[in-house]
């Protein structure tokens, strides 16, 4: 059921920058309340309902003061925990397959009537995350159009239509990558899909070292289809992450060269540290040193270059060979003595 639901997901990917096809998923960057399981902020708990910013969360609103504090007509913005649907075992109301991650998703929901009049939602800055330089950063939010239904109170909303949405990764607090509705159209009433933002920062980027920042909008514009419906869009498990730019690149410094080859052997079999886990498998191993060894030199294209000035040994067959098994054979036996029975 799960599974159905999620191959019926649609993806949009908006590709500002990818420096590199193939890169990994990489490492994940920590975001509070990722998932809005937590609503113990909030100003409002009503039934099935949380209104009010959340832990984690700030409201966003332009223009400024429309939404007040997101807990009053005509805004609202939250949580909804979807509801089991009466006489339909395993399902849910609004949303029949429930929450894509956990219990609980978040809203933004404005009555009929107040539309057009600017965009709203939930914004984060994470604190202490930097944007940094030859990276590649992918952001994932699950986007939700809610389906017509009753709530707990007996109060039926029409939410056929879809009012648009916007995801923004920010730096300093302005958008520096985003998705502009690219999915609205094609996800069916009821479902999520995953949108996809990703942005590549360069080294002579202005905005290198200030905090990143996330930001969930419903556009709040009048679906033609539905034009006396109310208007809401839904989130749900809101992931960032990062990976170099360039395959091969392990230390992240914009070249790849020697000093990857050292953290690739230096973590050779680690499922722990994964900087040099290049084909996000979960674990460094030989695949992982191919694209290094393949990418090697990189980069050539020189849009932003930084390689060393130390004289760095040639990936030749022989030298490869020589240090592949040099790694494999000083690595390989501890971590099976380690383990093996006694
Ligand atoms: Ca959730
Ligand atoms: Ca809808
Ligand atoms: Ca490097
Ligand atoms: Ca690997």
Redesign the pocket.
């Known amino acids: 059921m799960v599974a159905a639901a999620r191959c019926r997901r649609v993806s949009s990917v908006v590709a500002w920058v990818v420096a590199s096809a193939g890169y990994a998923i990489g490492a994940p960057l920590p975001i509070v309340n990722a998932?809005?399981?937590d609503t113990t902020g909030s100003a409002v708990h009503f039934n099935e309902f949380s209104f009010g910013a959340l832990p984690g969360w700030e409201l966003y609103d332009d223009p400024a003061g429309l939404i007040g504090a997101g807990a009053s007509d005509p805004f609202y913005v939250g949580t909804l925990e979807p509801q089991p649907a009466p006489g339909m075992p395993g399902q849910f109301i609004n949303f029949p397959a429930g929450?894509p991650?956990?219990v609980?998703?978040a809203i933004a929901y404005n009555r009929a009537g107040s539309d057009g009049q600017g965009g709203y939602g939930l914004q984060q800055t994470l604190v202490g995350t930097p944007l940094q330089p030859y990276r590649t950063y992918t952001l994932r939010v699950e986007v939700g159009n809610i389906a017509s239904g009753q709530a707990l109170s007996g109060e039926f909303f029409d939410l056929s239509g879809f009012p648009g949405y916007r995801i923004d990764l920010l730096a300093g607090g302005a958008p520096i990558a985003s998705d502009m509705s690219l999915l609205s159209g094609s996800i069916p009433e009821g479902e999520f899909a995953t949108s996809t933002v990703v942005f590549s920062a360069a080294p002579s980027d202005p905005r290198l070292g200030l905090d990143l920042g996330l930001r969930l909008v419903n556009l709040n514009q009048v679906d033609p289809l539905a034009p006396t419906a109310d208007l809401e869009v839904d989130f749900?498990?809101v992931r960032l992450s990062f990976a170099p730019s360039l395959d091969g690149d392990f230390n992240v410094d914009g070249a790849v060269n020697a000093a990857d080859y050292t953290v690739w052997r230096d973590t050779l079999g680690s499922g722990l540290i994964l900087a040099a886990d290049a084909n996000d498998n979960g674990v460094v191993d030989i695949e992982d040193y191919s694209v290094w060894a393949s990418n090697y030199g990189m980069p050539t294209g020189v849009d932003y270059v930084q390689l060393d000035s130390i004289a760095t040994p040639e990936p030749t067959t022989a030298w490869l060979a020589a240090a592949v098994f040099a790694a494999a054979y000083a690595r390989w036996p501890r971590r099976s003595a380690r383990t093996a029975p006694r």
């Open positions: 998932g809005f399981e929450a991650e956990g609980r998703v749900d498990n």
